[in-house]
C-alpha cells in the first residue's frame, strides 16, 4: 500500500538562530536521520551556515534565478520541482524558506493552489517573519495602521499615507530605484524614510534612514532588505488623497462647517457646475497647464459638493459614482478590457453604441420606440447641441450627400434670411428669429462636413477678436486717444495691422 506524497514547508526565520522554533529546528534535523530530502528555495540565507555547522544536507534552488528571467518563472520552476520530487520520492520533501513561509512567499502559495490538484499532503510550519523584526527595530506599534507591500508589483493607489508601510522584496538597486519613482508620486521627494539590512541579524543588521530621494543610493540591498514609510501626519501628503477631499466636503457640508456650503442644494450650484466646466475650456484654449490644473480642481468640487448631498440622505456616496464609473467604462470598452477588437476610433465608437444599446435592453427600454434623436442633454450650448442632433440623424441616412449640398442650403437660408429682414409686417420679427436659427442650423452642418467642431471655431474666432480689438486698445491709449476721439476708418485701419502684427496661440 503506497503512501501518500506529502511536502512540508518550514520557515528558516530572518536569520538568528536563537529565533528559530523549536519544531522547525527538529523538522530540519530530521533531514540527516531519515531519507528526507531537504531543499532550500536560497543558499543565500544566515541559517545556512547553522545547517552546514551540523551536517544537514540540503539542496538548493539558486540556479533557478539564473535559469528564468522573471521572480513568476522562477517560483513556478520551484513549485514544479517540488511537486515532482514528492511525486518520485518515497520519503518526505522538507522544502525551507526565508522568513515565516506564509509572508511574502509566492511559492507556498503556489503549493497551496497546486498540491490537492496532485493528490500531495502539504504542512506549513511558521518561523519568526521579518515582519517580527521589523515591528521591534522600526519600532513603531502596527495597531496604529499597518500595511506590507511588495516592492516588485508597487502601485501607487495601493499606498495610504495614513498607515505605516513596510515594503519587502528590495532585492537590489534597480527595485530600489522603481520603488522610489512610485513612492514619489504620493510622497515629497524629501519624506524621510528606513532601510533595514538583515534585522535581528548579530553583526550583518543595518538600519539607514535617508531621504527618499536617496533610496536608491543604499548600499548592500539583498533578499533580506526591507523599506519602511513611517505614518504620515503632514498635509501636503494627505493633500494628495482623495480621502482627504472626501473628509474635507463633509466637514464644509457638516454643522460645523462652511454656512455658505452647507446652504447648497442641486439647484443652487446647477450654475456653478455650467461655470467651472466653461472655465476648464477656457484653460485648454489658453494652453495653460499650471492654471488648468486649477480649474480642474474647481469642476472636481461641484462633482464632490453634488454627491456629498446625496450622501447625506443615504442615496449614494461618491464612491458609488467611481464605482459606477469604473465598472461602466470596462464594460463599454471590451476591445481593451475584453476580447472584442477595435482598430480605429471609428470601430471602438461602434463598440461604445453597441454596448449603450445592450445596456438600455437590459433595463427593459424597448430601443425601436425611443427617437434616434433621444440622448442629446435639453441644455447643451445651441452649436453643440444642433452638432449632435444632426450627427444622430445622420447615422439613420437623413443628411447630404454631399458638402455641395450642404453649402446650397446655406445659401438658400441665406436668402430667405435676407426676405425675413426686408419684411415689414407684424410677425416679421419671429421670422428673423426662425430664419437665423436655419442659417446657423446651416452653419453647423457645413462644420460637420469638414469635422470642424462649430463650438471650437466660434471660440478660436472669439479669442481672435479679443486680441485684435485689445491692439486697438493699445494703440488708442499709446496715444492718448479714447474711442469717442477716434473714428471708424482709423479704428479699422488699427484692426488690419492688428491682423498683422497678433498672432492667436
Known sequence: MSTQAHITVVGLGTGDEDQLTLGVWKKLQSAAKSQAVLYLRTEDHPMVRMLDSNQIPYQTFDANYIAHQSFEGVYESIAESLIQSAKDSSSEVIYAVPGHPMVAEYTVQLLKQRCPEEGI??????????????????????????????????????????????????????????????????????????????????GAEQIIEVPLHELDHVKGYGNLSLVWVPKSEQDEVHYRTFGRLHEIVQILRSPEGCPWDREQTHASLRKNLIEEAYEVLETIDEDDPEHMCEELGDLLLQVMLHAQMEEEIGTFTVYDVIATLNEKLIRRHPHVFGNNKAEDADEALVNWNAMKVEEKRKKGIDVTKQSVLDGVPRELPGLMKALKLQKKAATVGFDWPELREVLEKLDEELAELREAIENTSEDAAQDRLEELGDVLFSIVNVARFLKIDPEEAIAHTNRKFIQRFSYIEDQLRLKGLSFEQTGLSEMENYWQEAKKVTKLR
Open 121 to 202: 499532503s502539504l504542512q506549513v510550519m511558521g518561523g519568526e517573519s521579518f515582519l517580527d523584526q521589523a515591528f521591534l527595530r522600526f519600532g513603531f506599534d502596527p495597531i496604529d495602521g499597518f500595511q506590507l507591500l511588495d516592492a516588485t508589483s508597487l502601485s501607487r493607489y495601493a499606498l495610504n499615507p495614513q498607515m505605516h508601510t513596510i515594503i519587502g522584496q528590495v532585492y537590489d538597486t534597480y527595485t530600489a530605484s522603481d520603488l522610489k519613482i512610485s513612492l514619489m508620486e504620493t510622497y515629497p521627494d524629501e519624506y524621510r524614510v528606513v532601510v533595514g539590512h538583515s534585522l535581528g541579524v548579530a
